[in-house]
């Protein structure tokens, strides 16, 4: 098992052939690792040298940052 597979228990390198809807399941289970990723907020590598501490804080940054955006376009 790789450093990266001991880390993070859900990171696979390819997919063996699972369903769709099974690969959909498991990025909604680990959102908070990928949507700062999604978002553009940090890099693929970034993500994977923080805690999960450091992913809930991002995520709450990028709750922050969207309020921030909606709250000055409601002002416009």
Sequence with gaps: MSY???L???FETES?????????KEVDENW????PVAEGMI???EAYQ???YQL???NEALNKLIKQKNDANKVK
């Design 43 to 45: 890099s693929l590598t």
């Design 50 to 52: 923080m805690s999960p």
């Design 16 to 24: 063996k052939g699972k369903p769709q809807n099974v690969v959909r």
């Design 56 to 58: 809930q804080l991002a």
């Design 32 to 35: 908070d690792f990928w949507r």
């Design 8 to 10: 993070l228990p859900f």
């Design 4 to 6: 990266l597979q001991q």
